[in-house]
């Protein structure tokens, strides 16, 4: 059964380690549009963040669709229609903050178009950016009630995040979809949202099963989809526990490895 969609993770997987797209993953993914292969990028990052991208890489049209925010909400690229969308509320942003008071790490709720934060601090800077977007200091409790929080984040030291995550409380586990999607970011999703979740929408909309997928990724937050694919592929520069799932275990970020998987399992071509 030939391969018809791919779903491709940006950071540390489609971009290199000076955050560039190698000249052989943009011939690759250019061949594979000519051949009526769809090309996805699934990221934790925001449309607006990732405009430039899709350009780029002329994944921009009506045809197009990004799971966006880790898949909470998946969105036509030219458009900005969404066809799927599950995000949190305003009492999640408080319960979650007063988590984060407990720990003793800083939080940040990311809207459709801006990141929030009730103290400044480095690491949301890091987040405004990666994104080319807005950062917007308000106390939690004076929140709109009617922006949309897509998702939630602690966002630290590596060191802080990694004591952190061994003291979230069953209850917090039970209440979200967690995923680390950095050393510095670990985010809080809605439950049903997942990087899994909107490759699924995509190809629902584009009449794809998922045995005709591929997903291709390097950290926790693409354990989902990796999963969910007919052919899982993790990077050679992966988490241990990606690469311990995945069907397939492709080059690093930095040797070109998407290009090598869409060369070989999508445009058949001899590696």
Request: with cysteine; hydrophobic share 40%.
């Amino acid at each position: 059964m030939p391969y018809k969609l791919i779903a491709l993770d940006m950071d540390g997987t489609l971009f290199n380690e000076k955050k560039e797209i190698s000249v052989r993953n943009r011939a690759a993914i250019k061949e594979a549009r000519e051949n009526g292969k769809n090309v996805v990028i699934a990221t934790g990052r925001p449309l607006v963040g990732i405009r430039k991208v899709l350009d780029d890489l002329e994944l921009n049209t009506h045809d197009d669709y990004v799971i966006a925010f880790n898949g909470a909400l998946v969105q036509n690229a030219k458009t900005g229609e969404v066809i799927y969308k599950s995000v949190l509320t305003l009492n999640d942003y408080k319960f979650l903050y007063e988590v984060s008071k407990d720990l003793e790490v800083h939080i940040q709720a990311l809207t459709e178009t801006y990141v929030t934060t009730p103290v400044l601090n480095p690491f949301t800077q890091v987040e405004a950016d990666l994104n080319g977007i807005e950062i917007v200091k308000n106390d939690v409790y004076t929140f709109s009630e009617s922006e949309t929080i897509v998702k939630v984040m602690f966002v630290d030291e590596k060191e802080k995040l990694d004591k952190v995550v061994t003291l979230l409380s069953d209850e917090v586990k039970a209440k979200y979809t967690i995923v680390r999607s950095s050393p510095i970011f670990l985010e809080f999703l809605h439950l049903e949202a997942n990087k899994g979740v909107g490759v699924n929408a995509v190809a629902v909309a584009k009449n794809i099963g998922s045995h005709e997928v591929i997903c291709v990724g390097d950290a926790g937050n693409d354990i989902a989809m990796i999963n969910y694919a007919g052919l899982g592929v993790a990077m050679g520069n992966a988490y241990d526990d990606v690469k311990g799932i995945a069907d397939h275990i492709t080059d690093t970020n930095d040797e070109d490895g998407v290009a090598k998987v869409i060369e070989q399992f999508m445009l058949k071509k001899v590696i």
